[in-house]
């Protein structure tokens, strides 16, 4: 019989960004367990090695089944005090260390994110760039300066435009601006000025008119702008528009914004990508 | 002798943040090797698998020393593929689930997070809330709304504030507001009234005076606002407002978004916490 709720922590001498995702995609393949978790970031000394070590052990005791410990750090001393804390480990620097160091013919370095200090000065500041470019393109306020864009994503009101865009920059450096369509763009079948210049750089965000009934009765309940007849009227017409100018779209409808952004990453051909800055566990 | 290059394949069944993050996390150990990443999202097909396969073994026929496969793949049947393209292979999946499966026991689902589909839609709404509302607090173009911000960030121009407050809400769903502290604020050594009602939720960003001028030069060479002198003088005057009125503060001269965001998260104890939405890897 499974045990259907377990604790698990999260150890990382970091961020806990790696820990993160690497936990959660490995528990999403457990369903029916209720996961709770405990955040434990930058548990990069001894001190704080031993004080998460017990208190990963007292949970131990109280509950009927052992926690899961999910961790990524480089020290291993501090891995040990970890392992010892009777929790059911996986640990990234563990299991892949030794074999990438046998692969690589080098030693690691053995520091864990956190302390090797040093930001790449040049990608930090284009990271930053591209979220003010994007603040700055945001919604159609201003298009004069869709030459430096990467991107252009173009959509009726609440498609997930905007948030796309702030991803696509602080993850990737992209500059991505955004452009809101509009029901007379659409009847006259024809992208507006600003666009035409740019058509290469455009890409459509696209949704179910039920979801987007639902996202913009939030917004504004009970208004023409939220009623499913406008939704699907200005769903249909915006399909329409990208068919007609033949722009790449995508259907977000059930789709996160990290899916939304790496899917037009994947899609359009951008080369730029993730450089992780230093601390990445 | 070791190799100085190798290039690294990255294959995902989905947004490839966890192989990114987890090859990063584990690449970074090892300096004086130039890693050229190739990345591959949403292989998800055993056609797409066989197509990456191929293009992992053309690289280990030109390439001197065999390339690195870092992967996060669901379905057995893609990993057998990919292990098959000769690369050094490792992948979380093939590690981890039999154990967590032992663990846990319970039959994993082995459908990739691209795939089970139905988003959380509460969640999504309260992330997406959380970017809205940082882009309408941001600045201190508007305080109105402060009493429903879980974090108010605070600091002179350019230490990082917006990106921040963005991160936070992109990925915590934190409500983060941010107010700029200005020449004046400071020389009173008191909180402009509009900060004082929030007095809890208040915390500080700070960074060295060089780094400051670097980052204004880039965006106002040559100005008063980005020489160096000026640059102290309002470094030394905030830090002073921030012990004055005991606002915690934060030094982000060395750290990324992710290390301010996450940094803030741990000592402010705010309680939000990510919830990855589906895909996870």
């Known amino acids: 019989m499974a045990n259907l709720a377990r604790t698990v922590f999260l150890v990382s001498d970091s961020t806990g960004i790696t820990t993160e995702s690497f936990s959660h995609s490995l528990l999403s393949q457990f369903a029916h367990i209720e996961f709770n978790f405990v955040h434990m970031r930058y548990v990069d000394s001894m001190s704080k090695a031993r004080e998460a070590a017990a208190q990963i052990a007292a949970a ?41 160091q046998q692969e690589l013919q080098m030693e690691p370095r053995h520091v864990s994110g956190r302390t090797h200090g040093v930001i790449d000065d040049r990608f930090y500041t284009a990271r930053i760039d591209a979220v003010n470019f994007s603040l700055q393109n945001d919604d159609g306020v201003s298009t004069r300066h869709y030459s430096e864009a990467d991107i252009i994503l173009v959509g009726v009101s609440r498609t997930g435009k905007t948030p796309t865009c702030l991803y696509l920059a ?55 702008y939220a009623s499913l007849s406008q939704c699907r009227r200005e769903i249909q017409l915006a399909e329409e528009l990208f068919a007609a100018t033949r722009i790449p779209y995508l259907d977000t409808t059930t789709m996160s914004v990290e899916e939304i952004a790496t899917t037009i990453l994947n899609r359009s051909g951008l080369r730029k990508e993730a450089r992780p800055a230093p601390a990445g566990s």
């Open 60 to 100: 131990g005791k109280e509950q009927e089944a052992r926690p899961l410990v999910f961790s990524t750090l480089v020290d291993a001393e501090l891995r040990r005090v970890i392992a010892a804390s009777g929790g059911a480990w996986y640990d990234l620097f563990e299991t892949y260390l030794a074999p990438l």
């Open 170 to 224: 602080l993850h990737y450096g992209v500059y991505a601006a955004n452009f809101p369509i509009t029901e007379d763009d659409c009847l006259a079948l024809r992208l507006p000025a600003a666009l035409q210049r740019h058509r290469e750089k455009l890409f459509g965000l696209t949704i179910d008119a039920e979801r987007l009934q639902r996202i913009r009765s939030q917004r504004r309940a009970d208004s023409r």
